[in-house]
């Protein structure tokens, strides 16, 4: 029996990020996936405050969200380190983590809504991502924090594959590539990396799964 378990729900962008963390460092785990529109008591057990997914349970001690996942997991299994040893450099990457945990929910809005409030996520998407190009990027890094892969590329997972999904199925333009060449560049990179590249979400199965997704969600704000 696995002493570590992971509670997820695909294809949430917040549990691929523990995923890969979990997957760059080797270490196995128990995955077990949830309905969030029908939630396991033991979902509720163990986040009774958010009952969201990611949940990790390492032997018998729960931790909830998942860039606090992200810290622990990097905490209890120093191999293949997620942030910088250096207190500089690991500052700097905890402020662009932030940054991403907080731009990030736009993203999943351009699904949720439409008209102005669409309109308005998808504006917020583009200053994000004005900003990741022009100050998170700058200077010929391969990821955000050098030659490897590390805990700010994870935090923006959703900008690397998720949005370019939402944009298929919305009719939405916001990322183009010769606008954002370093983004651009890292996205390349950042789906090149042997974990990433081989436990990526199906890109067709979430286009199907986020479309009906998006029409449930509006015809319920309708009715």
């Given at each position: ?7 997820g ?5 917040y549990?691929f ?5 979990l997957k760059?460092?080797?270490i196995?785990y128990?995955?077990?996936e949830?309905?969030?529109s ?7 057990q ?42 500089h450099?690991r ?12 731009k990030s929910?736009?993203?999943?809005k ?8 669409q ?10 991502l ?9 200077g010929?890094?391969?990821f ?7 805990m700010?590329?994870?935090a ?5 594959h ?10 939405l ?6 606008k ?5 560049s890292w996205?390349?990179?950042f789906?090149?990396v042997?974990v990433i590249?081989?436990?990526?979400p199906?890109t ?5 799964v ?11 704000k309708?009715s």
């Amino acid at each position: 029996m696995a002493v570590l378990k992971l509670f997820g729900a695909w294809p949430s962008p917040y549990v691929f990020r523990v995923i890969w963390a979990l997957k760059l460092k080797g270490i196995p785990y128990e995955y077990i996936e949830e309905d969030l529109s029908n939630k396991s008591p033991l979902l509720l057990q163990y986040n009774p405050i958010h009952k969201k997914v990611p949940v990790l349970v390492h032997d018998g001690k729960l931790i909830c969200e998942s860039i606090v996942i992200l810290r622990y997991i990097d905490e209890i299994w120093p191999q293949n380190p997620l942030l910088p040893a250096d207190p500089h450099e690991r500052a700097v990457a905890l402020f662009w983590i932030k940054f991403a945990d907080d731009k990030s929910p736009f993203i999943s809005k351009l699904y949720r809504t439409d008209g102005e409030e669409q309109q308005v996520a998808a504006k917020e998407c583009f200053e994000m991502l004005e900003v990741i190009e022009g100050h998170a990027l700058v200077g010929e890094k391969k990821f955000f924090g050098g030659d490897e892969i590390n805990m700010v590329d994870i935090a923006f997972c959703s900008v690397a594959h998720w949005l370019g999904v939402i944009e298929g199925f919305t009719g939405l333009k916001i990322f183009e590539p010769h606008k954002f060449p370093r983004l651009n560049s890292w996205i390349q990179n950042f789906k090149s990396v042997p974990v990433i590249k081989d436990n990526l979400p199906d890109t067709d199965k979430m286009s199907v799964v986020l479309k009906r997704r998006r029409e449930m969600l509006l015809a319920s704000k309708s009715s």
